[in-house]
Structures are given as C-alpha cells and as structure tokens.
T-cell receptor
C-alpha cells in the first residue's frame, strides 16, 4: 500500500469550474508538496505545506495534519490548468526524499 | 538561474545493453535525488546524494544500477545490463538543503526492448 493516496485519478471539468484534488497520507510528515506536470513537460513544485493554507493565484492548498489530509483547489479553472497534479510527502528524516501519490490527471475543457 | 537538466531526454536500448543517464543539478545545490516512474505506477525514490556522498540508496532496485556524483556536481546513473522492467521515466531533483523544496529535471524516458 502506498503511503500517499490521491483522488480522483482522473478529472474532467468545464472551463470556469472549481476543482478539488484530495491527498491522504498514512505516515508522519515534515511537509507535503503539490507538484504539477504538463503533458510532455517537467515537474514543477506548486506548494510546500507543513500546516494551514497557502494561496498562489487561482491555486489554493490546504492541509489538516491531524487528519493526514490535504486538498488542492483550483478556482475558475482554465484549459491551461490541464496537467497531472501530484501529491508528495517528505518525512523530515535526514534524507527528506519524497514519497509520491499516483497523480491526478486533470483535463479542463473550453 | 538554470534549472535541473537531464540527458538524454529519451533513450531506447535493447535488453542487456548499458545506458548512462546524466543529471546536472542547480548550481550550489548539495542535495541531489534520483527518482523513477515505471508505467502506471507512482514515482519512487532511488537514491540521494549530499555533495559527492550517497546519503541514502535504499530505493535502488538492484546491483545493476550504479549512481555516482564525482566532485559533487553532476550525477550519473548507469544501468548495466538493462532489463525490460527498467523502462520508465527517470527524474533527477536537487535542493540547496534537505529541508527545502526540490527542483525537478525534465526526466529521461528510458525504453528497454
């Protein structure tokens, strides 16, 4: 069983819709990361969270440490938001390597 | 500031051949990580360098994989001999410290036939 579970696996939305992607994890973490990968592109870090909420433009990420759960929200979605969104956690040990979810493939239709 | 670069972007080899992947981290980043995503699965950790030293290589699948980071700059990951199950996308990431976010390279897509 993977330490990080994401849902949904695939998501299709109409332009302008509010989107939520969920991430649950089963281990104690030092930080949770939301990453984005556009088709054919590299992986880009969107957020690094250890508590509370962060906002960047139309993207909002929240984390509930007690419930071991995080959400990534996209407001007023746009076709250029179409990408794979990946949740990853780091445990805070000396290595701090990431443990990844399987990703959520988002398609926003004009 | 240049990002993390990886070479080659794609590699197609036959089973039994050798392939060497290269990663150039962001200048000044002591921490370098190798990850791999095989078809349909999540990205998994392979190993972590701090400067030229292997901090953690617990994710290396077997002794056909050899990673080096001589001089603490770029790193290579050699697969010898390659097997079919080694096919996937190999990502490299770097960070200044192990408490900061990691910056990912574009990945090397390896196909073993």
């Amino acid at each position: 069983k993977n330490e990080v579970e994401q849902s949904p696996q695939n998501l299709t939305a109409q332009e302008g819709e509010f989107i939520t992607i969920n991430c649950s994890y089963s281990v104690g973490i030092s930080a949770l990361h939301w990453l984005q990968q556009h088709p054919g592109g590299g992986i880009v870090s969107l957020f690094m969270l250890s508590s509370g909420k962060k906002k960047h433009g139309r993207l909002i990420a929240t984390i509930n440490i007690q419930e071991k759960h995080s959400s990534l929200h996209i407001t007023a979605s746009h076709p250029r938001d179409s990408a794979v969104y990946i949740c990853a956690v780091s445990l805070g040990d000396t290595g701090n390597q990431f443990y990844f979810g399987t990703g959520t493939s988002l398609t926003v239709i004009p | 500031e240049a990002g993390v670069t990886q070479f080659p972007s794609h590699s197609v080899i036959e089973k039994g051949q050798t392939v060497t992947l290269r990663c150039d981290p962001i200048s000044g980043h002591d921490n370098l990580y190798w990850y791999r995503r095989v078809m349909g699965k999540e990205i998994k950790f392979l190993l972590h360098f701090v400067k030229e030293s292997k901090q953690d290589e617990s994710g290396m699948p077997n002794n056909r994989f050899l990673a080096e980071r001589t001089g603490g700059t770029y790193s290579t990951l050699k697969v010898q001999p390659a097997e079919l199950e080694d096919s996937g996308v190999y990502f490299c990431a770097s960070s200044r410290s192990n408490q900061e976010t990691q910056y990912f390279g574009p990945g090397t897509r390896l196909l073993v036939l």
